[in-house]
């Protein structure tokens, strides 16, 4: 039995040693597996990946699997669980804030029969009221719009068994989003309350801006909900603006406007207008991002790409085999 543990690295000079050193070696220790640790180190612009590289000298249990730029965190976790050969795969951050001493209680529920342990956010030792509030804001309508298979507070801090990890590499669309595909595949889960810590050093890589696109990204790639509420809107809009125009002919030209109403034609003509123009641009923006999502995989390109140099101890036929979604090859 092996375990593969899949640490996505992006400008983690100031925190990497620290978070190796004293939470995750520690732990990995106590493990009674084998186990190899791939570090995706996404692109880094700072020295992340010259202190991994010093790392993987002293442990030969370190793979480290190197971008040729900065292709997101979602696609670093794509590519180390494809890389992993683990019998089960542990995902994490390399920040300090998920806690690595829960990996204990992860192995404990999958060999219990879980086939994905999800380490759910359940407090904050600190963080900010916008994140917060906005997390909560965010998994209440991705549940309003039909998505229940997400709990609220979930993260990529997880466990996924053999079986789940080989049905997530059939799968090939570009804008993902890891914990939502894993949570759509379905399987056994199993949920681990955790405090969210404090990052070791430096700041986070996901900005505000960052935060919005991936949940834009959620909201397009996990429903088509979008897209049926402007479809009801719209009939909605169709059935009432012939009831009001129906009302107007009626009172205003047949009666004689005994309600003193003083409709004209170029008043009912500009709110009319007005308002469907305003529905058309929103209805334009909304399928806008649905043919961008279109013309991202008619492009075909690959989800990334790997700098081979920079890289150590990986697979590089058994890669190169997954790039084209062939069976790959295991290592005897």
């Not at 543990?5 to 220790?29: A, M």
């Not at 000298?57 to 590519?79: H, M, P, Y």
């Not at 609220?152 to 059939?170: H, Q």
């Not at 009001?244 to 002919?249: A, E, K, S, V, Y």
Request: proline residues 3%; hydrophobic residues 40%; aromatic residues 12%.
């Amino acid at each position: 039995m092996k375990l593969s543990f899949v640490i996505p690295v992006y400008n983690e000079e100031k925190g990497f040693r620290k978070f190796y050193n004293n939470l995750l070696l520690p732990e990995l220790k106590k493990i009674k597996y084998d186990y190899e640790l791939i570090l995706v180190n996404d692109g880094s612009k700072d020295k992340t990946l010259n202190i991994i590289q010093k790392v993987a000298k002293t442990d030969k249990n370190i793979k480290i699997l190197c971008f040729s730029r900065n292709f997101g965190k979602e696609v670093a976790l794509t590519a180390g669980i494809r890389e992993a050969v683990g019998d089960a795969i542990i995902t994490m951050d390399a920040d300090g804030q998920q806690p690595p001493k829960l990996i204990h209680d992860f192995i404990k529920k999958w060999e219990e029969g879980g086939e994905i342990i999800i380490g759910v956010r359940g407090k904050y030792e600190k963080h900010g009221f916008i994140a917060k509030i906005g997390s909560k804001i965010f998994y209440k309508i991705l549940n309003a719009m039909g998505v229940k298979d997400t709990v609220p507070g979930s993260t990529d801090f997880r466990l996924i068994d053999r079986c789940v990890a080989d049905e997530y590499n059939k799968l090939t669309e570009h804008g993902r989003i890891t914990r939502g595909l894993m949570d759509w595949m379905g399987f056994n889960k199993v949920y681990i309350d955790y405090i969210y810590g404090n990052r070791l050093a430096g700041k986070p890589s996901y900005n505000f801006r960052k935060l919005f696109q991936l949940a834009i990204d959620s909201f397009v790639s996990l429903s088509v909900t979008p897209l049926v509420v402007l479809g009801w809107i719209g009939c909605f809009i169709t059935i009432a603006s012939f009831i009001l125009g129906l009302f107007i002919l009626i009172e205003e030209f047949i009666m004689g406007d005994p309600l003193q109403l003083g409709w004209t034609g170029t008043s009912c003509l500009s709110i009319f207008i007005t308002f469907l123009v305003g529905l058309i641009l929103t209805s334009q923006a909304i399928i806008a991002l649905y043919i961008s999502h279109i013309h991202a995989e008619a492009q075909g390109r690959p989800l990334y790409i790997i700098d081979y140099k920079n890289s150590r101890n990986l697979n590089r036929d058994n890669t190169t085999s997954r790039h084209r979604g062939e069976e790959p090859r295991r290592l005897s």
